[in-house]
T-cell receptor, first 116, second 114 residues
Framework: GAGVSQSPRYKVAKRGQDVALRCDPI?????LFWYQQALGQGPEFLTY????????KSGLPSDRFFAERPEGSVSTLKIQRTQQEDSAVYLC??????????????FGDGTRLSIL | GENVEQHPSTLSVQEGDSAVIKCTYS??????FPWYKQELGKGPQLIID?????GEKKDQRIAVTLNKTAKHFSLHITETQPEDSAVYFC?????????????FGTGTRLLVSP
């Protein structure tokens, strides 16, 4: 079946612009995660959804970052007034249910965001 | 919070050799340790995992060991092949967080030369 799909694959924006990154999780997956991966680093947790509820957003770097999943399926990560330090790969992952530690997280291929 | 350290940062081996990647974690409450392989331009892919009640797990050419006392866990790849070349990440999850909050290491770039 289809995996986690992210769009766009690449996004270039000027500093100060707003961007929106989309994630389509695997069908039926209750839990959805966003990660930020800087160049040469491991992914870092941003936020976690169970269905439409955002249960943890402790990893969001600032109030310029906002994520939503209004119908419990597709999620959007929005970054307002982008800055150069926001340049990174943004990864989305989904799992059948995030509270079941026997269920793995499946990652999408990410959106590479470059802020000029 | 949890901190995961990983080494080496790069590892070059000849095809057929073994490769070992080591990680340490700081939070003794962590109890689930997955390993991910990331190829260029792709997302991380789970290759093996181990839970804190198990000391070793093997899947064909890949094995993972866990030393809870020392808070160490390691990935072992035997009979390496060029297609094993990728960046490998270890990760840890503290079950007390209530969900799969992955904390990743900084990655090891493995290069297998033919």
């Amino acid at each position: 079946g289809a995996g986690v799909s992210q769009s766009p694959r690449y996004k270039v924006a000027k500093r100060g612009q707003d961007v929106a990154l989309r994630c389509d999780p695997i069908s039926g997956h209750v839990s959805l995660f966003w990660y930020q991966q800087a160049l040469g680093q491991g992914p870092e947790f941003l936020t976690y959804f169970q269905n439409e509820a955002q249960l943890d957003k402790s990893g969001l770097p600032s109030d310029r970052f906002f994520a939503e999943r209004p119908e419990g399926s597709v999620s959007t990560l929005k970054i307002q007034r982008t800055q150069q330090e926001d340049s990174a790969v943004y990864l989305c992952a989904s799992s059948l249910i995030g509270t079941d530690f026997s269920q793995p997280q499946h990652f999408g291929d990410g959106t590479r965001l470059s802020i000029l | 919070g949890e901190n995961v350290e990983q080494h080496p940062s790069t590892l070059s081996v000849q095809e057929g050799d073994s490769a070992v990647i080591k990680c340490t974690y700081s939070d003794s409450a962590s109890n689930y340790f997955p390993w991910y392989k990331q190829e260029l331009g792709k997302g991380p892919q789970l290759i093996i995992d181990i839970r804190s009640n198990v000391g070793e797990k093997k899947d064909q050419r890949i094995a993972v060991t866990l030393n809870k006392t020392a808070k160490h866990f390691s990935l072992h790849i035997t009979e390496t092949q060029p297609e094993d070349s990728a960046v490998y990440f270890c990760a840890a999850i503290n079950k007390n967080t209530g969900f799969q909050k992955l904390v990743f290491g900084t990655g090891t770039r493995l290069l297998v030369s033919p």
